[in-house]
């Protein structure tokens, strides 16, 4: 395992984290999917625990993940190990009647700190985030106070901000412009690659970079065909619709030429070809087993520089316009 500095901080990073949503198991909001479908916890502190001995010190999670059930589990298999950092978020909040809302409020940031920090069983958490805030949200600056007070309490050591999906910029922007925080966490991928005319600007200023969904839902691991469906307790079932699976799988056929020339899987160029961008400090890929532990640790390569290239003509040319609104409309 290889490690990167997150920014201008102290916190020194495995290049693949651990993406932690998925160990908090077939949560629902209603009548909407919010997790990956059921999970068994034995299984899941099996994935915590392979993935540490394979040099994984960064696991990424968020109090809305299962409801506290993927923090949960990292407090139970690390507690306060000291050599583990550990980046949650706040932000998403259920209704009494289980539907989905933010809330960046001053009261509820700190009380769902206190409530993090008890399930992770930390005194401090590493990198806080609000979990895909608004422009609208940060310009109040009431979420900005609090998140710089609970690093002056030490209840927080650095804070951020998770970018939404699809339209990362204003956030972004306006984060960079004001010069708060001390990282992100942005979506990058081969078929999502909005964000990368930021990175350069996020690197310079000082900011670590977060690239979460690097496997796009499983979907750039090959696993999957046009036939493949899921359970109605997994988010996967309105997001990598017939559709998306038919179109996106087509597209990428030019791609795997390159995993053939590197000798990995396909899993591998995908973590690889977002390794590629120095500027970004780790990846997180979702693992849920301790065979998806070593899958996501393994095959990473340094690609050359015009095969990097390659992918990138290949998102400007095919996937920018032609699968970006088909994602976008799934969800």
């Given at each position: 395992?290889?490690?990167?500095?997150?920014?201008?901080?102290?916190?020194?990073?495995?290049?693949?984290?651990?993406?932690?949503?998925?160990?908090?198991?077939?949560?629902?909001?209603?009548?909407?999917?919010?997790?990956?479908?059921?999970?068994?916890?034995?299984?899941?502190?099996?994935?915590?625990?392979?993935?540490?001995?394979?040099?994984?010190?960064?696991?990424?999670?968020?109090?809305?993940?299962?409801?506290?059930?993927?923090?949960?589990?990292?407090?139970?298999?690390?507690?306060?190990?000291?050599?583990?950092?550990?980046?949650?978020?706040?932000?998403?909040?259920?209704?009494?009647?289980?539907?989905?809302?933010?809330?960046?409020?001053?009261?509820?940031?700190?009380?769902?700190?206190?409530?993090?920090?008890?399930?992770?069983?930390?005194?401090?958490?590493?990198?806080?985030?609000?979990?895909?805030?608004?422009?609208?949200?940060?310009?109040?600056?009431?979420?900005?106070?609090?998140?710089?007070?609970?690093?002056?309490?030490?209840?927080?050591?650095?804070?951020?901000?998770?970018?939404?999906?699809?339209?990362?910029?204003?956030?972004?922007?306006?984060?960079?412009?004001?010069?708060?925080?001390?990282?992100?966490?942005?979506?990058?991928?081969?078929?999502?690659?909005?964000?990368?005319?930021?990175?350069?600007?996020?690197?310079?200023?000082?900011?670590?970079?977060?690239?979460?969904?690097?496997?796009?839902?499983?979907?750039?691991?090959?696993?999957?065909?046009?036939?493949?469906?899921?359970?109605?307790?997994d988010h996967r079932s309105f997001r990598l619709t017939p559709e998306?699976?038919?179109?996106?799988?087509?597209a990428l056929e030019p791609a795997w030429a390159l995993r053939e020339?590197?000798?990995?899987?396909?899993?591998?160029?995908?973590?690889?070809?977002?390794?590629?961008?120095?500027?970004?400090?780790?990846?997180?890929?979702?693992?849920?087993?301790?065979?998806?532990?070593?899958?996501?640790?393994?095959?990473?390569?340094?690609?050359?520089?015009?095969?990097?290239?390659?992918?990138?003509?290949?998102?400007?040319?095919?996937?920018?316009?032609?699968?970006?609104?088909?994602?976008?409309?799934?969800?």
């Open positions: 395992m290889e490690y990167r500095q997150f920014g201008n901080t102290d916190l020194k990073v495995s290049e693949i984290g651990f993406g932690a949503w998925g160990i908090g198991g077939g949560a629902m909001a209603g009548d909407t999917p919010i997790g990956w479908g059921s999970t068994e916890d034995t299984i899941s502190v099996e994935a915590l625990r392979r993935a540490y001995e394979r040099g994984v010190n960064f696991f990424d999670t968020a109090n809305f993940y299962g409801l506290g059930r993927s923090e949960t589990l990292i407090g139970k298999t690390f507690g306060d190990h000291a050599d583990v950092i550990v980046a949650t978020k706040v932000g998403h909040r259920l209704t009494d009647d289980a539907e989905i809302y933010t809330d960046y409020s001053a009261h509820h940031i700190r009380e769902a700190c206190e409530q993090s920090l008890l399930r992770l069983q930390r005194d401090t958490i590493d990198f806080y985030q609000l979990h895909t805030a608004k422009v609208s949200d940060l310009r109040g600056g009431e979420c900005i106070e609090v998140m710089n007070r609970l690093v002056e309490e030490g209840k927080v050591r650095y804070w951020g901000i998770s970018l939404n999906t699809f339209h990362p910029e204003p956030e972004a922007e306006y984060v960079l412009e004001n010069e708060i925080g001390h990282g992100f966490q942005v979506v990058l991928n081969m078929l999502n690659q909005r964000i990368v005319p930021l990175l350069n600007r996020m690197s310079a200023a000082g900011y670590g970079v977060i690239a979460r969904m690097p496997l796009q839902f499983g979907l750039l691991t090959g696993k999957f065909d046009t036939a493949a469906r899921f359970d109605a307790n998306v699976l038919r179109r996106s799988l087509a020339k590197y000798g990995i899987t396909k899993a591998g160029l995908a973590l690889s070809f977002i390794l590629s961008f120095p500027e970004v400090s780790n990846v997180i890929p979702g693992i849920k087993t301790p065979k998806q532990a070593v899958m996501n640790t393994s095959d990473i390569v340094r690609l050359e520089k015009e095969d990097r290239q390659m992918l990138q003509q290949l998102y400007e040319d095919k996937f920018q316009d032609e699968l970006m609104p088909v994602m976008e409309a799934a969800g």
